[in-house]
């Protein structure tokens, strides 16, 4: 019996190295390049010249309907700022001229169908979902919204609470602390920059949100875009007689933003809170989408700060262990200058060593070319990464509402990959050069200065922001 066994052990060990020998390894295997044509939508003009772009999808009976309009709080008035924030939400938010905002809510949720609005920095969104059968009353109040906003006087007030509870609220989150004070520093002198106050919530009233609806809602500023389960020719007749019939009694004219100012000058702001983690931002201006560095930059990103493996990572959370999470990133900007900011949180005891340890492998990467293995992985990732921005047929037509709506070359996605995959190693080192600038960095820490293991002002002057 241990004779038999013993052979039955040897056989299948035998087997188990040929079939490994056999097995190729994970390491070393080679897999043909990815091919992944983008989808395209289909581009048309309104009666009054709005574009819209469809995608017919009927996997599902599903309709989704966004408005992209140029508007935002880069066009806040001075002294109301917040005011596109509250015109955004209050725009789903408070009803329309035939419908109650209690009326909306109701009919909408009967027919299982939602509509969402907000205004950001420098674009607003209005977005509706419904079930196809439910495709021609939803749009009919998708329309409403869009054109004949009541701006229930009782939801305004609620809106305008809430806004005011959370300025009084704002310095709990040292995270979300930090992240404003980096912003404001960032963008000192310019819209971008400013934050709304109590003073600022408290200026804006009702008859504000209409006025400035009125201004930046119109056809003539925004580009529909629709996917999902729909009949082509009928939800063009169904846009030309609720959004194509609209002409507006006046022409275009958005008010003019000043251009970012672009001193690079460092600063040291602290926040004091007795807390045992210090939270750590740092960064300056970084580059718009016209940026002939653009795709080295999007490189540079990842081999820096944005990935799992990237260097901030690797040598302050894996080798140091002095933090969970460490990145960068560059936020390329579309109308105005994006920003680079890298963040950490750490222990307060090793506050002024994890901000060196930063410091320099952000200069570091300044110093010389990027190894030929991390240009490949991080092209690799981004190349084989890109079809994930197109899993639905609202992302695809949005991705090509966006290029238009922001002025996009028209083949920046056509060529994308392209254009990454031919960054070389010196035009990483040459944007790094360009776009980094360790030795004027706006940085923000909050925490409690008592337990740090060097004084903040070892990096430089230190302002302490005032909190209530």
Not at 14 to 34: I, K, S, V
Not at 159 to 188: M, T, V
Request: hydrophobic fraction near 40%; include cysteine; aromatic fraction near 8%.
């Amino acid at each position: 019996m241990r004779t038999c066994f013993t052979t039955l052990l040897i056989t299948l060990c035998c087997l188990g190295t040929a079939w490994g020998a056999d097995r190729e390894n994970p390491r070393t295997m080679q897999f043909p390049p990815l091919h992944f044509t983008i989808p395209r939508a289909e581009r048309l003009l309104l009666d009054n010249g709005t574009p819209v772009y469809l995608l017919e999808d009927h996997e599902l009976p599903i309709v989704t309907v966004s408005a992209l309009i140029h508007t935002g709080s880069v066009y806040d008035p001075p002294g109301k700022s917040g005011l596109a924030a509250l015109t955004g939400a209050q725009l789903r938010g408070g009803g329309t001229t035939r419908l109650t905002a209690a009326q909306l809510d109701d009919e909408l949720e009967y027919m299982a169908s939602s509509v969402e609005s907000s205004f950001g920095a420098d674009s607003g969104t209005v977005t509706m979902t419904t079930l196809t059968r439910n495709l021609p009353r939803s749009l009919e109040l998708f329309g409403d919204i869009l054109h004949h906003p009541r701006f229930d006087e009782q939801r305004f007030t609620v809106a305008r609470q809430r806004a005011l509870e959370a300025i009084r609220r704002q310095n709990d989150d040292p995270k979300e602390l930090a992240d404003r004070e980096l912003i404001r520093a960032i963008y000192r002198g310019h819209p971008l920059g400013v934050i709304p106050t109590a003073a600022s919530i408290t200026a804006i009233t009702r008859t504000d949100l209409t006025a400035f609806q009125q201004r930046f809602v119109r056809p003539d500023n925004l580009i529909i875009t629709v996917a999902g389960d729909f009949n082509r020719n009928a939800i063009v007749d169904r846009l030309n007689r609720l959004i194509g019939s609209w002409r507006p009694a006046t022409p275009l004219a958005l008010p003019a933003v000043p251009p970012v100012p672009q001193t690079v000058t460092p600063e040291v702001l602290f926040a004091r809170k007795r807390i045992n983690q210090t939270v750590i931002r740092l960064g300056h201006l970084g580059i718009t989408k016209d940026d002939p560095d653009l795709y080295a930059v999007r490189l540079l990103d990842f081999i820096l700060g944005g990935s799992f493996t990237s260097r901030l990572m690797m040598e302050i959370r894996t080798n140091q262990g002095l933090a969970y999470n460490v990145d960068s990133a560059f936020d390329v900007g579309r109308r105005f200058p994006g920003t680079f900011i890298a963040e950490t949180e750490t222990k307060a005891d090793t506050t002024a060593r994890t901000i060196s340890l930063m410091t320099s492998i952000i200069a570091g990467i300044r110093t010389a070319p990027v190894s030929a293995e991390e240009l490949t992985l991080a092209k690799e990732s981004i190349i084989n990464s890109f079809l994930f921005a197109f899993t639905t047929p609202a992302s695809i037509v949005n991705q090509e509402a966006r290029l238009e709506f922001y002025g996009y070359p028209p083949d920046y996605l056509d060529r994308y990959r392209q254009r990454i995959a031919a960054v070389t190693r010196e035009e990483v080192l040459q944007a790094a050069r360009r776009h980094l600038h360790p030795d004027a960095f706006k940085l923000v820490v909050v925490g409690d200065d008592r337990r740090f293991d060097r004084p903040l002002s070892s990096f430089g002057a230190v302002r302490t922001l005032p909190l209530p």
